[in-house]
């Protein structure tokens, strides 16, 4: 199994650029999630889906942030306008059903916005 | 308020030394709970995850504990080796619906 897959590993932006950040789950799972991780907050939930429909999207920051997954095999991640207190490593995660089961992370987007 | 603390926040031990980390949390209802070990530079990997009714769990030289009474875990870690270096992250769910992450443990292992 390949595990979740992350794309970009690295991103290095200007501030008001657009970010899309890019996620496939591990095949059969059924919940994808969104989190990031700052040394000061540690690792926080943006959003999480089941079944492609966004369950709990209380964790996104702002308007500037949004989430989609057009099907079950791939999701996105966008921040537009991005600002300097966006930096931070963007991690994607999956599980066989919601938050009971364990919870596969992938490899991690760090994030820069200059 | 639903919380999950960890201590100590850094240790340090030599090489094949044994090393035990806590993780005390007030949450409510009480789902399960999960070890997460984080190299630096990736993704957290999970070691362990216990339901009320268990109170140890191993992975190899992890063992992991869960006192549901005293709402505590522990992690000991047997023989640490210097790949043991990493983060180790305590996770209890709370019902079906939330995570609530620890802060973390930072181990290094000096040979």
């Known amino acids: 199994d390949a595990g979740v897959i992350q794309s970009p590993r690295h991103e290095v932006t200007e501030m008001g650029q657009e970010v899309t950040l890019r996620c496939k789950p591990i095949s059969g799972h059924n919940s994808l999630f969104w989190y990031r991780q700052t040394m000061m907050r540690g690792l926080e939930l943006l959003i999480y889906?089941?079944?492609?429909?966004?369950?709990?999207d209380s964790g996104m920051p702002e308007d500037r942030f949004s989430a989609k997954m057009p099907n079950a095999s791939f999701s996105t991640l966008k921040i537009q306008p991005s600002e300097p207190r966006d930096s931070a490593v963007y991690f994607c995660?999956?599980?066989?059903?919601?938050?009971?089961?364990?919870?596969?992370f992938g490899e991690g987007s760090w994030l820069t916005v200059v | 308020k639903n919380q999950v603390e960890q201590s100590p926040q850094s240790l340090i031990i030599l090489e094949g030394k044994n090393c035990t980390l806590q993780c005390n949390y007030t949450v409510s209802p009480f789902s399960n709970l999960r070890w997460y070990k984080q190299d630096t530079g990736r993704g957290p990997v999970s070691l362990t995850i216990m339901t009320f009714s268990e109170n140890t769990k191993s992975n190899g030289r992890y063992t992991a504990t869960l006192d549901a009474d005293t709402k505590q875990s522990s992690l000991h870690i047997t023989a640490s080796q210097l790949s043991d270096s990493a983060s180790y992250i305590c996770?209890?769910?709370?019902?079906?619906?939330?995570?609530?992450f620890g802060t973390g443990t930072r181990l290094q292992v000096f040979p």
């Open positions: 995660a999956s599980s066989l059903q919601g938050l009971i089961d364990t919870i596969y």
């Open positions: 889906f089941n079944n492609n429909v966004p369950i709990d």
């Open positions: 996770v209890v769910s709370v019902g079906t619906d939330k995570l609530i």
